[in-house]
Nanobody, 122 residues
Framework: QVQLVESGGALVQAGGSLSLSCAAS????????MGWFRRPPGKERQFVAA????????YYASAVKGRFTISRDNAKNTVYLQMNSLKPEDTAVYYC???????????????WGQGTQVTVSS
């Protein structure tokens, strides 16, 4: 089992930046792939970014590629999402997710955080 707690959501103006964090409990964080997802108002959940357990490989949705960066610090059991050049359409609740230990692509996420609200004003 792993518990995930997101933080860092806020109201920001278009063009601004924001950094989200997701802290994970347990001793198996470094063996889990991690992902960020978002749910815009009135829409279904969308994939945003993913990172392998070692951090060597990252994956991005086309809508955020070049603007968002996913990273992780296995010593701190934390995964991050750096968001730059934010747009109003990035407004959503952002969730982090974890695979079971040893997860490989295509990732299957079994654990989810409660989410953090990001609002981008125009």
């Amino acid at each position: 089992q792993v518990q995930l707690v997101e933080s860092g959501g806020a109201l920001v103006q278009a063009g601004g930046s924001l950094s989200l964090s997701c802290a994970a409990s347990g001793r198996t964080f470094s063996s889990r792939a991690m992902g960020w997802f978002r749910r815009p108002p009135g829409k279904e959940r969308q994939f945003v970014a993913a990172i392998t357990s070692s951090g060597d490989n990252t994956y991005y949705a086309s809508a955020v590629k070049g603007r968002f960066t996913i990273s992780r610090d296995n010593a701190k059991n934390t995964v991050y999402l750096q968001m730059n050049s934010l747009k109003p359409e990035d407004t959503a609740v952002y969730y982090c997710a974890a695979t079971k230990p040893g997860g490989t692509p295509p990732f299957k996420y079994d654990y989810w955080g409660q989410g953090t609200q990001v609002t981008v004003s125009s």
